[in-house]
């Protein structure tokens, strides 16, 4: 399949979603591991809400949907379920996708909650961001958001619109490298293998979804709107 076209003005984009009829607009944001997901979900939804106010969008993430460390425990082989921990199986999509029909149906009515992951304790936690009824856009950044197998099809076909940030896979593993070094003292070497061994396997799953989304987002350094 051929890639997605290039996505150069996302505010622009968002523009035209926030004037769709629809009382809530759900939106995927998907990049490979150390792509700069959720620091571009970040910066999208401060701008988008400094320019067209506080309820135009919040953004959140999927890692609320991980397995918990009791849940790998009870798996035939839990030593493989911790070593691949972030890969599309050791997560819950059945429950991330009923939550995403709530948060739909809540549009307009009333509050709802979204989970999030806990890292000191390693395990999610629930009802960490609140949506309140008048968000019109529920901007979701993840991996595995339009895969298609272990149960994601229930995910992916939630969405009204799916972007891909297009980060080279070689700059999305150093950062991942300098980002386990840094958060759990490991050596490069240590870092690099876990990388080789969970990481990059996730990733090269993660880009094979790229061509079904609706736009592809290139250079995210760049300022957020063309004009």
Known sequence: MSNPPIL??????IRKLLNRPEPR????LVGIPGSGKSTFAARLA????REFGSAAMIA????GFHLTKAELNKMPDPAAAFARRGSPWTFNPSE?????????GAAGITD??????????GDPVPDVHLIRPNVKILLVEGLYLLYREHGWDKVSGQFDESWFLNTPMEVSMDRLVRRHMATSGQS?????NRIASNDRLNAEIVART???SNFMLEDVQKPLNST
């Open 112 to 121: 709802i909650t979204w989970p999030d992951f806990q890292h000191g304790t």
């Open 46 to 49: 401060e701008q988008v809400n």
């Open 188 to 192: 490069i070497e240590i870092a690099e």
């Open 8 to 13: 150069f003005d996302p505010i622009g984009r």
């Open 25 to 28: 607009i759900l939106l995927a």
């Open 96 to 104: 991330m996708a009923s939550l995403l029909v709530s948060v739909r």
């Open 210 to 212: 790229r061509s079904y």
């Open 60 to 63: 959140v993430g999927m890692d």
